[in-house]
């Protein structure tokens, strides 16, 4: 988690472990922002786990690899795992993260773990590192309590329900995340989604017929939605939204093609139209983006040069 670059209402709110009396935990972590944001490279000497309640975004893995976070969602990050938003940028997102330390010698203080449990979960977060996870139901209303608690942290001594409540639903969170992993499968809704999301990948140029969204998923309309709402944290036009600006990244970085021309290849009826959802999910608009790309790419070119 990195704090948010906006100077109004803070996007992202934290929660130290310390102010709980929990070794076990780090920090806790909400970030709720409706427009792009910046986070750049860092790592954090603990696990971190995130869990994408609403909405969609990226992190680029040091090493090239790329992690596709939709909502309804969790990855767990290992100590040490620099990381960062693709581009430097978060996308729109609802997210809620914790930094934990199961390996603290002061770990299970306020807790229900033994150093047994301690050592079970810290088992199935290294197994299950570097790899996006669904969230169960019971998962996401743990993750979505922990995020409004964190939002209403007031941390004054004298309100001793908040701080202990938080303590508990922090290691409900933990538990419930490392019991999902330890058991996962697949569910009737994400087998729908899969499938939906597979003809979004494949038809993004197209317009989006409902309809034939629902009969390539095999469900009906309001099913779909409700499904794909639950699963991702998005509406199907929202999804296929940052689909269409991921391509058009991809075109404008790789390719002299025109603006208009990447609009249209990506799927958007006009360029002006284009322009203001690539800003909405990227935070700058094509134009730039574009030049930071092409000064990035300069920069590569000379200091390979210069070896």
């Not at 538990?175 to 979004?200: D, G, N």
């Amino acid at each position: 988690m990195a704090v948010s670059n906006r100077k109004h209402i803070p996007a992202e709110q934290l929660v130290r472990g310390a102010d709980l009396g929990l070794p076990l935990v780090e920090t806790l972590g909400a970030f709720r922002s409706h427009s792009a944001s910046r986070i750049t490279w860092h790592a954090h000497k603990r696990f971190e786990l995130l869990f994408l309640l609403e909405g969609a975004t990226a992190y680029e893995i040091s090493g090239g690899r790329t992690l596709d976070l939709p909502g309804g969602h969790f990855v767990v990050i290992p100590p040490g795992t620099r990381h960062r938003g693709t581009h430097d940028v978060r996308m729109p997102a609802n997210l809620c993260g914790i930094v934990f330390h199961p390996r603290h010698r002061n770990a299970d203080r306020h807790t229900s773990f033994n150093t047994r449990d301690l050592n079970w979960l810290t088992g199935q977060f290294e197994r299950h590192a570097l790899a996006v996870h669904s969230m169960g139901p019971e998962l996401r209303r743990l993750a979505a309590s922990l995020s409004r608690l964190v939002r209403g942290f007031s941390g004054r001594e004298k309100d001793r329900v908040q701080v202990i409540t938080l303590r508990q639903l922090a290691c409900s969170v933990l538990l419930e995340a490392a019991r999902q992993l330890s058991t996962a499968a697949r569910t009737e809704p994400q087998r729908a989604i899969s499938t939906a999301i597979a003809h979004l990948e494949e038809n993004f140029r197209e317009p989006l017929p409902m309809a034939a969204l629902a009969s390539a998923a095999g469900c009906g309309r309001a099913r779909l939605f409700q499904f794909f709402k639950q699963t991702t944290g998005m509406t199907p036009n929202d999804y296929l939204q940052r689909l269409r600006v991921s391509k058009a990244r991809e075109l404008l970085a790789g390719t002299k093609r025109t603006i208009t021309d990447i609009a249209h290849d990506a799927g958007f009826s006009s360029s002006q139209y284009f322009s203001n959802v690539f800003r909405k999910y990227a935070g700058t608009t094509p134009s730039r983006f574009r030049s930071a790309s092409s000064a990035k790419s300069a920069d590569k070119k000379a200091a390979l040069r210069r070896r």
